[in-house]
């Protein structure tokens, strides 16, 4: 194992940015910048031996400060959508950015994953970013100071911890943002890749993507993955969650909560590269590139429209208006404190 540091560029105010390569002895590496704590690359070998990266992302800095795609994000202080764009807690309401229909998405604009993060330790496979988010920021309550740690393991497992301690009851709701593309990052869709979700059912959302507080059961529809499908079977069907969302877009709400468990696989059609996912989380927003058009990203090529996957680990959207949704609210002092992790294996 070994950890490389470089140069990744500047930001616009010429600030200088790192990015640092963790190896294994595989040959499976990952990149990860301070700018945002954003993950850059994920390059494992295909069955052929090939090295593929296969996550969407940018050669510089200054593309990841324009873009709006979150490539590789952390995302913070709360992950999706709040509808109205304010909260009420312990009485008193807060008034967050409308960046998204009248609606607060990812927080606002004052993002996460365009503040530099200081690293705060760095080991053989193990890398831990640290941010302090005052009291105030976003529009959110009390001051945390958040910790953000990349490791990779030898058996091709990318592991993020979440952890925070707030000194104000607030919210907390982080998750990662990375597009998957498992027969490499050039590729032009992910159509043809199969997926398998352990949920037997999802949160309904309106048009503004603000869920509506049901939960629906998969059965019967084309969100159910629970036997595993090609991304494109049905991502155009005439359904009502599918035309809302132009394409797949939606909270899934993860069999067995509140263990660390197995809740999804992804597989390259061509490359033979699988992904597992694991999280200890009750939800995950599968998101298919909806809205990604003629996106420049690494290596010149261009980005469209499902030309990857994500899949974000998550409380709820939208968690602090609807009391049967396991809340986002993380009082003064207690531990803010998950993981996620992708593993992955070829055949």
């Known amino acids: 194992m070994s950890i490389e540091k470089t140069v ?48 969407l992302g940018y050669d510089t800095p200054q593309k990841y400060e324009e873009a709006s795609k979150f490539f590789g994000a952390i995302v913070g202080r709360c992950a999706n959508r709040i509808g109205g764009a304010s909260f009420e807690l312990n009485g008193k309401t807060y008034t967050l950015a409308q960046n998204n229909n009248g609606n607060n998405l990812h927080s606002g604009m004052d993002f996460f994953n365009v503040r530099i993060w200081d690293v705060i330790k760095e080991d053989n496979n193990q890398l831990t970013f640290a941010l302090e988010s005052r009291d105030g920021d976003q529009g959110y309550p009390g001051t945390v100071k958040i910790e953000v740690t990349y490791t990779l393991t030898e058996d091709d497992t990318v592991k993020i911890e ?10 907390l709701n982080m998750t990662n943002h990375s597009y998957f593309n498992l027969d490499g990052h ?33 059965e019967g529809t ?19 969650a599918i035309r809302l969302g132009n394409g797949y877009d939606h909270n899934w709400v993860l069999n067995h909560p509140g263990t660390y468990r ?61 009391e049967h949704f396991e809340g986002p ?18 055949k």
């Not at 500047?10 to 990952?30: A, D, E, M, R, W």
């Not at 979440?162 to 919210?171: E, G, K, L, N, S």
């Not at 993380?330 to 070829?346: E, L, M």
């Open 8 to 55: 990744f560029g500047t930001t616009k105010q010429g600030n200088s940015v790192s990015l640092y390569t963790i190896s294994n002895q595989h040959g499976t590496k990952i990149a990860v910048t301070d700018l945002g704590a954003t993950l850059v690359k994920v390059i494992v070998k295909d069955k052929n031996g090939t090295p593929k990266d296969v996550v």
């Open 162 to 171: 979440y952890y925070a301690v707030p000194d104000q009851d607030t919210i």
């Open 186 to 218: 050039e590729k032009k869709d992910v159509l043809a890749q199969r997926v398998w979700i352990d949920a037997d059912t999802f949160t309904r959302a309106d048009a503004e993507s603000i869920p509506t507080g049901e939960i629906v059961p998969v």
């Open 222 to 240: 084309p969100m159910d993955f629970r036997s595993g499908k090609m991304i494109g079977e049905e991502i155009e069907s005439d359904y009502e």
């Open 262 to 322: 197995k809740v999804a696989e992804m597989e390259g059609a061509e490359s033979g590269i699988g992904m597992e996912v694991w999280t200890d989380l009750p939800g995950m927003q599968f998101y298919t590139a909806n809205f990604v058009e003629h996106e420049e990203g690494k290596e010149g090529i261009c980005y469209g429209k499902r030309s990857g996957a994500c899949f974000e680990t998550q409380y709820f959207p939208d968690a602090i208006h609807k």
């Open 329 to 346: 609210v993380c009082k003064a002092g207690s531990t803010y404190h998950t993981t996620t992790a992708y593993h992955f294996t070829v």
